[in-house]
């Protein structure tokens, strides 16, 4: 798989740097990945979760760190592409601004 960007995964561990051997991992992870579908996404992340926003699109929340953080992308699959959208505290992921984001871009 092809992730765009590693700059906001860094971006976030620079200020959370508990983040950053997690958030390392899942991109590696990521582009060695094979995935088709949020099944297969399952068998490496199966906290995974696919979430259709009011606009219809749908992204993957992935648990980051034994859950602490939230990396929220989105996957096309058919292109074999990754687009990281926000990486949010657990608390920041919980008050759903996100969601409101995303659905303007």
């Given at each position: ?22 958030l ?26 696919a ?11 992935f648990?980051i ?21 926000h ?19």
């Open positions: 798989m092809r992730v765009i960007s590693r700059r906001r995964l860094r971006e976030f561990w620079e200020v959370h740097p508990d983040a950053e051997p997690a390392k991992t899942w991109w590696k992870l990521a582009l060695s990945a094979d995935w088709a579908n949020i099944r297969d996404v399952r068998v490496v992340y199966p906290h995974a979760d979430v259709r926003l009011a606009s219809g699109a749908v992204v993957t929340v648990n760190a034994g859950n602490k953080f939230r990396l929220i992308v989105r996957i096309i699959y058919p292109y074999r592409r990754i687009y990281v959208k990486v949010l505290t657990h608390a920041d992921y919980d008050l759903g601004l996100w969601r409101s984001q995303l659905c303007r871009e």
